[in-house]
């Protein structure tokens, strides 16, 4: 069974930036992982996802400019690399897996596996 964790998130200034990262384990097979985030009273929203390769990214038009997500394939990695940071930010984000997918989406019905999530604090 695949299993995810992910760490990197804190408190943060206003401005500053943050990587998290996603570490997957339990398969050989591979995935697309996606980026999740849910801020208390709001609906969980899609902010990143990229495929099992590695090629293929998807970032909402919105968040292109602060966001990016990258993979290291041989360390079962995926990272989010959040830049500018507001308190808008603030939420807990979780990593998602879809088995064997390229063209990833940002639609949370679409993963069958999620990490835990990790607390991202933005305020001054």
């Known amino acids: 069974q695949l299993q995810l964790v992910e760490s990197g998130g804190g408190l943060v200034q206003p401005g500053g930036s943050l990587r998290l990262s996603c570490e997957y384990s339990?398969?050989?097979?591979?995935?697309?992982i996606g980026w999740f985030r849910q801020a208390p009273g709001k609906e969980r929203e899609g902010v990143s996802c990229i495929g099992m390769s590695g090629v293929y990214k998807n970032v909402p038009d919105s968040m292109e400019t602060r966001f990016n997500v990258f993979r290291d394939a041989a360390q079962k990695v995926v990272y989010l690399q959040i830049d500018s940071l507001k308190p808008e930010d603030t939420a807990v984000y979780y990593c998602?897996?879809?088995?064997?997918?390229?063209?990833?989406?940002?639609?949370?019905?679409?993963?069958?596996?999620w990490g835990q999530g990790t607390q991202v604090t933005v305020s001054a």
């Open positions: 998602a897996a879809a088995t064997l997918r390229e063209h990833c989406t940002l639609v949370s019905s679409d993963y069958y596996y």
């Open positions: 339990g398969s050989d097979l591979g995935y697309a």
